[in-house]
């Protein structure tokens, strides 16, 4: 048993790659090259396999984190003691696909004169570097005897970890398959043998590179000449350079320039994407072949391009080191025809991120059963869409820039009425009879905004009881004559007001609101409440501050006097802010119960209706008792019914014990 560090291989850059997923566990048992996260970088996500086999003991980085080359990503406990090194240096030496064809291009195309004449050969088309063991073939597009044209595909691979296509290195008819779909086919295998037309005009070149091979074979880029890019030394000094970027093979007719990424003028680095050209198949980025300064843009979105065309120029530093080659014609395009939009395919700046993957840009995540390239997915992070909810249109499950389109077009539908809420048709009254239409008073609208808002917001839940208000009733009516001395009305307002802040202070579940964050309650600690004044102008919601502290005469005093300010239109702001919680009295008006609307972000309002003298069995008779009817509504996103059922419970036992609180 040893303890070993996974780390983050060679990933080719120096930029740190962001930890897109995490696919172990601490406690799960990994194999070998078994994927352990995914990193992304805004070109291409790569699945990171284990260098050891064990158990996870210790996940040590996190979605979203940024990771470099050589950081520890897993700690494994390993049954052997393996060396911690020996398969991920295994791996690191062993370049991942792309850079396999690139580096051996006549690996996977073996081109032989057909004896009969000059002008027909047979292509041998043969299994490219797919990065690790057997692939199979999932489809076969092609038949015997079909006629293709250069870069149609013939053959689709897929690992567990991502598929590719396989076109025809040239044009011509399918002489042979020797693969059928189901097949488990590894590097170097025969796959079709296609009789080319134009023998004589395109002999055998082993040395021919495609573009995306180039791209991923950066580290031999001195020695090795590079598609796309044709390199003139300016006149001036060997130090600077004037570097044509021309379209890469993109494996078929044309392409469109979907996006600029760069401004003429700009100063870029060595693989900083230049454009980004999206064909009907795939879409990928054309990075910019040498640091420099963008001289010239020859494209615009939308613009057509093909193969070999000039797309920009670059002012490029350091001449000498990157003589001039004119751009070959690549012999086949497995590596830029497989189904990963994003690929470079132009000499890109750094390795594949991954030895041992299959070709980097498109990654398959088994955890989150999505599919889709680096574009697709950058797209979808400044959007904000979990791809996994994105239903996949692709080639086997792949995601497309359309599916996230149609997906947020949709959204953005349901958002606009179609899923919501639906709208109130607009009536015409006047077919019905005559109207008068009148102006909506600005604390009416408001009021109405209001309402709308809570009652969109707060999950809203009402509860009822009756409070014997029988001796307190005749405590306040016997107060009258006090009530005239002190020039104030007594009602039973105050008395509900003074009961409201005791049984906030007892029952603390009702003297909260949420935080904004939806993680967090505010519990406050004094006790404001505001009170529900109808006025000509509309209704308005006055507070009383520290309602606790104050003795019925101020409460019964200042309740009229924010009434009359409301009614004078003389309220202020501040008379309106920090309700902990608020009453709405229909009492003077009559009803037996009624649901009032929170008063949101308090969480809870009590409603209070015209009391009344109901018979009541005290159990021996019927005695006549004067009932208070209260409705306490309430927000259920922070208070429970139990917390609200002891609330009027609570409350309702203050009433006739009104001579142990009030002062
Ligand atoms: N049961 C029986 N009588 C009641 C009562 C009740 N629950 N509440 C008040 N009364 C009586 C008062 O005692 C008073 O009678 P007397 O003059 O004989 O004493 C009379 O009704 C009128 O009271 P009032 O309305 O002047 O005073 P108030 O303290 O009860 O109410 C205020 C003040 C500002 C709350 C009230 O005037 C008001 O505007 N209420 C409407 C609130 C509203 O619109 N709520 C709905 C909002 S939507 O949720």
């Known amino acids: 048993m040893s303890k070993q560090t996974v780390k983050v291989p060679d990933i080719g850059t120096d930029q740190a790659a962001e930890v897109s997923e995490v696919l172990v566990r601490e406690g799960d048992?990994?194999?070998?090259?078994?994927?352990?996260?995914?990193?992304?970088?805004?070109?291409?996500?790569?699945?990171?396999?284990?260098?050891?086999?064990?158990?996870?003991?210790?996940?040590?980085?996190?979605?979203?984190?940024?990771?470099?080359?050589?950081?520890?990503?897993?700690?494994?406990?390993?049954?052997?003691?393996?060396?911690?090194?020996?398969?991920?240096?295994?791996?690191?030496?062993?370049?991942?696909?792309?850079?396999?064809?690139?580096?051996?291009?006549?690996?996977?195309?073996?081109?032989?004169?057909?004896?009969?004449?000059?002008?027909?050969?047979?292509?041998?088309?043969?299994?490219?570097?797919?990065?690790?063991?057997?692939?199979?073939?999932?489809?076969?597009s092609v038949e015997v005897g079909d006629e293709v044209s250069?870069?149609?595909?013939?053959?689709?691979?897929?690992?567990?970890?991502?598929?590719?296509?396989?076109?025809?290195?040239?044009?011509g008819k399918v002489a042979e398959l020797t693969v059928k779909e189901g097949d488990k086919v590894r590097e170097g295998l025969q796959a079709a043998i296609i009789q080319a037309v134009g023998g004589a005009e395109a002999p055998a070149e082993p040395a021919k590179k495609s573009g995306a091979a180039a791209a991923e074979s950066r580290p031999a880029k001195a020695a090795a000449p590079e598609e796309g890019v044709e390199e003139k030394q300016a006149p001036r000094e060997e130090v600077m350079r004037e570097v044509?970027?021309?379209?890469?093979?993109?494996?078929?007719?044309?392409?469109?320039v979907i996006e600029l990424s760069v401004e003429v003028g700009d100063e870029v680095s060595e693989g900083d994407t230049l454009i980004v050209m999206e064909s009907d198949k795939a879409s990928m980025e054309l990075p910019s072949p040498a640091a420099g300064?963008?001289?010239?843009?020859?494209?615009?979105?939308?613009?057509?391009i093909k193969q070999g065309q000039q797309i920009a120029t670059i002012q490029a530093i350091g001449g000498a080191e990157a003589p001039a080659e004119p751009p070959e014609k690549p012999p086949e395009a497995v590596a830029?025809?497989?189904?990963?939009?994003?690929?470079?395919?132009?000499?890109?700046?750094?390795?594949?991120?991954?030895?041992?993957?299959?070709?980097?840009?498109?990654?398959?995540?088994?955890?989150?059963?999505?599919?889709?390239?680096?574009?697709?997915?950058?797209?979808?992070?400044?959007?904000g869409v979990d791809l996994s909810k994105v239903k996949p249109s692709g080639p086997r499950g792949r995601l497309l820039r359309e599916d996230l389109r149609s997906y947020v077009r949709e959204l953005m539908k349901r958002g606009a009425g179609g899923g919501a809420i639906p709208e109130v048709p607009k009536v015409d009254f006047s077919r019905f009879g005559e109207i008068?239409?009148?102006?909506?008073?600005?604390?009416?609208?408001?009021?109405?905004?209001?309402?709308?808002?809570s009652w969109l917001n707060v999950p809203h839940v009402t509860q009822f009881d009756d409070a014997d208000i029988t001796e307190l009733e005749k405590f306040r009516k016997s107060q009258k004559a006090e009530a005239e001395k002190r020039g104030v009305k007594l009602t039973p307002l105050p008395f509900i007001l003074k009961a409201c802040a005791l049984t906030l202070k007892a029952e603390p579940s009702f003297n909260v609101s949420l935080d904004s964050d939806g993680e967090h309650m505010i519990e406050k600690q004094y006790f404001h409440i505001g009170m529900a004044v109808?006025?000509?102008?509309?209704?308005?919601?006055?507070?009383?501050?520290?309602?606790?502290?104050?003795?019925?005469?101020?409460?019964?005093?200042?309740?009229?006097?924010?009434?009359?300010?409301?009614?004078?239109?003389?309220?202020?702001?501040?008379?309106?802010?920090?309700?902990?919680?608020?009453?709405?009295?229909?009492?003077?008006?009559g009803g037996q119960g009624f649901t009032p609307i929170v008063n949101t972000p308090e969480v809870g309002i009590l409603g209070i209706s015209k009391a009344t003298v109901k018979p009541f069995w005290n159990g021996e008779a019927f005695v006549p008792r004067t009932f208070l009817p209260l409705s306490l509504s309430y927000d259920h996103r922070a208070v429970n019914g139990a917390d609200a059922g002891r609330f009027l419970t609570h409350l309702v036992s203050l009433f006739p014990k009104y001579e142990e609180w009030i002062d």
């Open 29 to 140: 048992v990994i194999e070998v090259d078994q994927s352990i996260i995914v990193l992304e970088t805004d070109k291409a996500s790569v699945e990171v396999p284990s260098s050891h086999a064990g158990k996870v003991v210790a996940v040590l980085v996190k979605e979203g984190d940024e990771v470099n080359t050589g950081a520890s990503v897993l700690e494994v406990e390993t049954e052997s003691g393996e060396s911690a090194e020996a398969p991920a240096a295994a791996k690191a030496e062993k370049p991942a696909a792309a850079t396999r064809v690139a580096e051996e291009p006549g690996s996977d195309v073996e081109e032989k004169q057909a004896p009969r004449e000059e002008a027909m050969r047979e292509v041998e088309v043969k299994i490219p570097d797919v990065g690790e063991g057997d692939v199979e073939v999932i489809e076969v």
């Open 150 to 171: 250069e870069g149609d595909t013939l053959i689709v691979l897929e690992s567990d970890k991502a598929s590719m296509e396989l076109p025809a290195p040239a044009s």
């Open 244 to 256: 044509e970027v021309k379209v890469p093979d993109v494996g078929e007719g044309d392409v469109e």
């Open 293 to 304: 300064k963008v001289a010239e843009l020859l494209v615009k979105e939308g613009d057509k």
């Open 336 to 383: 830029k025809k497989a189904p990963a939009p994003e690929k470079p395919a132009q000499p890109e700046p750094t390795p594949p991120p991954q030895p041992s993957t299959p070709p980097p840009e498109v990654a398959r995540s088994e955890a989150s059963q999505y599919y889709a390239g680096p574009a697709v997915r950058k797209l979808a992070r400044e959007l």
């Open 436 to 453: 008068k239409r009148v102006k909506m008073s600005r604390i009416k609208r408001a009021t109405a905004s209001n309402m709308h808002r």
């Open 534 to 589: 109808d006025t000509p102008a509309g209704l308005m919601v006055p507070v009383i501050r520290d309602v606790d502290q104050k003795s019925i005469w101020e409460l019964a005093e200042e309740s009229v006097e924010l009434a009359t300010k409301a009614r004078d239109g003389k309220l202020t702001p501040r008379d309106m802010q920090g309700g902990c919680f608020s009453v709405s009295s229909l009492g003077a008006i």
